[in-house]
């Protein structure tokens, strides 16, 4: 499954951001799709998650209240709209998929990634 991520950029803090994640010829109804990003210098983190099916999603303490992820039917896309972004949320993030899975936090526990798109939060 070859992933798509797109949607990052320059935007001053307080600001707001929309990533997609795309699987072209593919459709997500198996599969669990998460957000993960990864600061210079850091490890990759979790972000959030949802599960397809059912949508049942989880976030990270750092993003919540924050950043909200779900389904485009349509177009068969997860979305992941980032609000009040912080320099701190300056990273490259990645989406990733699992077959017939639950949500995880764990990289491990994902076998498809997608590029990366890079996120700046600066003034």
């Known amino acids: 499954v070859q992933l798509q991520a797109s949607g990052g950029g320059l935007v001053q803090p307080g600001g707001s951001l929309r990533l997609s994640c795309a699987a072209p010829?593919?459709?997500?109804?198996?599969?669990?799709v998460g957000w993960f990003r990864q600061a210079p210098g850091k490890e990759r983190e979790f972000v959030a998650v949802i599960k397809w099916s059912d949508s049942s999603i989880a976030y990270a303490d750092s993003v919540k209240g924050r950043f909200t992820i779900s389904r485009a039917y349509a177009k068969n896309t997860v979305l992941l709209q980032m609000n009040s972004l912080e320099p701190e949320d300056t990273a490259v993030y990645f989406c990733a998929a699992r077959q017939y899975g639950s949500g995880s936090q764990f990289t491990s526990d994902y076998d498809y990634w997608g590029q990366g798109t890079l996120v700046t939060v600066s003034s």
């Open positions: 010829g593919r459709t997500f109804s198996t599969y669990t």
